[in-house]
């Protein structure tokens, strides 16, 4: 398995508050991701980064922020959690890709987080 | 644009029997294809990927898919489903652009559940 791990597993909060996700990878990879798994959606795109500093957003990005400030790391934060937003989340890394290839992504276990 | 049909929300099989999990997709270039499976409260994980090589593609667990560009299909077969193999399947395109690079965005389709009986 590749070395990604998520912090918290599980969450719950309240609406209206703060909540971070972590992500870290051991595999020194340049590109990270997060999605989130709804039923019936399958995997969507929250936000993603290519490289320290770098990232942009995916097609749900309303409501959360990201930020990498070392390679290994990749925060996910909701500035104010939302019911909408309980949800299980996922990281997910990848190398750099050569062009005309797309390299494979690796997902980390997830984190379900309930906002109550 | 890319995007990606699963064509059965569900399927059940009886064990020993064949597998076909089916999938469309629309891709503006050339697509990046993938099949990951998901077991019950687990991450992903990946059973195999197409990236313009072979148009049959083996991955693990006795699980092959075949690319049909002209039908833009991507079906995953498995000759002889195991209790095993119960699971979300989950078929994934991404594009690489004209200009033959990729951030590696992924489009998922909406998933199968595949119901395995004894």
């Known amino acids: 398995d590749a070395g990604i791990t998520q912090s918290p597993r599980h969450k719950v909060t309240e609406t209206g508050t703060p909540v971070t996700l972590r992500c870290h990878q051991t595999?020194?990879?340049?590109?990270m991701y997060w999605y989130r798994q709804d039923p019936g959606h399958g995997l969507r795109l929250i936000h993603y980064?290519?490289?320290?500093?770098?990232?942009d957003k995916g097609e749900v990005s309303d409501g959360y922020s990201v930020s990498r400030s070392k390679t290994e790391d990749f925060l996910l934060t909701l500035e104010s959690a939302t019911s909408s937003q309980t949800s299980v989340y996922f990281c997910?890394?990848?190398?750099?890709?050569?062009?005309?290839?797309?390299?494979?992504?690796?997902f980390g276990p997830g984190t379900r987080l309930t906002v109550l | 644009a890319q995007s990606v049909t699963q064509l059965d929300s569900h399927v059940s099989v009886s064990e020993g029997t064949p597998v076909l999990l089916r999938c469309n997709y629309s891709?503006?270039?050339?697509?990046?294809l993938f099949w990951y499976v998901q077991h019950p409260n687990k991450g992903l994980q990946l059973l195999l990927k197409?990236?313009?090589?072979?148009?049959l593609v083996k991955g693990i667990n006795g699980f092959e898919a075949e690319f049909k560009k002209s039908e833009t299909s991507f079906h995953l077969t498995k000759p002889s489903a195991h209790m095993s193999d119960a699971a979300e399947y989950f078929c994934?395109?991404?594009?690489?652009?004209?200009?033959?690079?990729?951030?590696?965005?992924?489009?998922f389709g909406q998933g199968t559940i595949l119901t395995v009986h004894p």
């Open positions: 997910a890394i990848s190398d750099i890709p050569l062009a005309g290839v797309v390299d494979t992504q690796y």
């Open positions: 891709s503006s270039y050339s697509p990046s």
């Open positions: 980064s290519y490289g320290v500093k770098d990232t």
């Open positions: 595999e020194n990879h340049r590109y």
């Open positions: 197409y990236t313009s090589a072979a148009t």
């Open positions: 994934v395109v991404s594009d690489v652009n004209a200009g033959g690079t990729s951030y590696g965005k992924l489009t």
